[in-house]
């Protein structure tokens, strides 16, 4: 069963929707033409209920299958990025400094193409919701909408995800049975001594000293608290102090960033980084403040939901075209909130060889629409087979 016809057919149209949305990008939370020319789309497919302004500009939309049964829920990204576009094509963004440059107008356009077919066929039992959410690149869209209760109320059981990947073969689909995407969270210290001349340093508290102590020490907690076994990457990205070089300044800052998969590493990274800046602070005679921001958690697949999404793919763009257990990676996703608050799985659809996610040059392939379209509707019709 390879990519289903009528959505091959839609292909044209896809690209209509999809190039709408690469025209007009909008950024986090605020989507208004984005999300309308969504709730149109649906609208005009027949769906049976569209519920809007859930985490400002999100959508859930409910499609009715035929019999009783349980609702699954598929989700898709609306946002576009602070970028200025460089790409040259022709449906390139029509507003300076905003541009779809991780695909999310791809992942829109695949789930309203599944929308189209899922409310003319209808040839499922229970119920699917589509979740069409904001500020995925920051802010946390799909966080709000889960905290907004949306899992409850339309009584989702299991989520699934698409995201494209550009320099992956086209139509290829990847997963893992585990930790696909890591949690991001970020260390931002301040370090005030005592400043002055560069030439008395004794009449100093030298925070400059504490700054290059606390990046070494921060280290140590990869190379010596940590299992080599468990992924965890501690970078040091700025330090920032003094203005003179014969001036000792009275402050300095230093911060980076934390990339792990399991819940005990985020944890212990955390304790430990507190500890040292605790520690650097008696050591040095300094005051060492820290502003510990805990972003996005790992990004964590059902292994049974893995292992369906794999079947399912297969049977889409055949066997040879899946990877189940592909290589996990440091980036991380905001469906990782849908997949704490519900068992799912999140895929990646290469679309073949261009500019990477998050460049000025980058643009989605529209030939993968139907393909990514597909997927979902099979999800659908496999997990929520008619009796
Ligand atoms: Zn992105
Ligand atoms: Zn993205």
Redesign the pocket.
Same mark, same amino acid.
């Given at each position: 069963m390879p990519v289903i016809n009528s959505l091959a057919a839609l292909e044209p149209e896809m690209r209509e929707w999809r190039r709408w949305l690469h025209r007009n990008p909008e950024l986090q939370f605020d989507l208004p033409k984005t999300s309308g020319f969504v709730a149109d789309k649906l609208r005009s497919f027949g769906v049976d209920e569209v519920h809007e302004g859930i985490a400002e500009t999100g959508i859930v939309a409910i499609i009715e299958g035929q019999g009783d049964g349980p609702t699954i829920g598929l989700r898709a990204?609306m946002d576009a990025l602070p970028i200025h576009e460089t790409s040259g094509v022709a449906h390139s963004s029509e507003t300076d400094g905003k541009m779809h440059a991780?695909? #999310?107008d791809g992942h829109t356009t695949m789930l309203l193409g599944a929308a189209k077919h899922l409310a003319e066929t209808r040839n499922f039992a229970g119920r699917v919701a589509l979740i069409f959410q904001p500020a995925?690149?920051g802010g946390g869209g799909g966080d709000v909408m889960v905290r907004e209760g949306i899992m409850d109320r339309f009584g989702i059981g299991q989520v699934f995800g698409i #995201?494209n990947v550009p320099g992956v073969a086209e139509g290829v689909i990847q997963t893992n049975p585990g930790a696909l995407l890591a949690a991001v969270d970020e260390f931002n210290f301040t370090i005030r001594g005592v400043g002055g001349h560069g030439a008395m340093p004794h009449e100093t508290k030298d925070p400059v000293v504490a700054a290059v102590g606390l990046a070494t020490a921060l280290q140590t907690v990869v190379s010596r608290n940590h299992k080599a076994t468990d992924d965890l990457v501690l970078s040091v990205t700025q330090i920032h102090a003094g203005t003179a070089n014969n001036v000792i300044p009275g402050e300095a800052k230093l911060s980076g960033t934390v990339r792990t998969f399991a819940a005990e590493v985020r944890d212990m990274a955390e304790a430990r980084i507190r500890a040292i800046g605790a520690g650097i602070a008696a050591t040095y005679d300094v005051e060492v403040d820290l502003f510990y921001d805990r972003g996005y958690p790992a990004t964590i697949n059902d292994p049974d939901k893995a292992g369906f999404a794999v079947d399912v793919a297969r049977e889409v763009v055949g066997a040879d075209k899946v990877e189940p257990d592909t290589t996990r990676q440091m980036g991380a996703?905001d469906f990782s909130y849908m997949l704490e608050a519900r068992p799912g799985a999140y895929v990646f659809l290469g679309i073949g060889e261009g500019a990477p996610?998050h460049h000025p040059d980058y643009d989605y392939n529209d030939a993968v629409s139907p393909v990514g379209a597909s997927f979902f509707v099979k999800l659908v019709e496999t997990a929520q087979p008619l009796r």
């Open positions: 990204d991780c695909g #999310h995925e690149e #995201h996703e996610l």
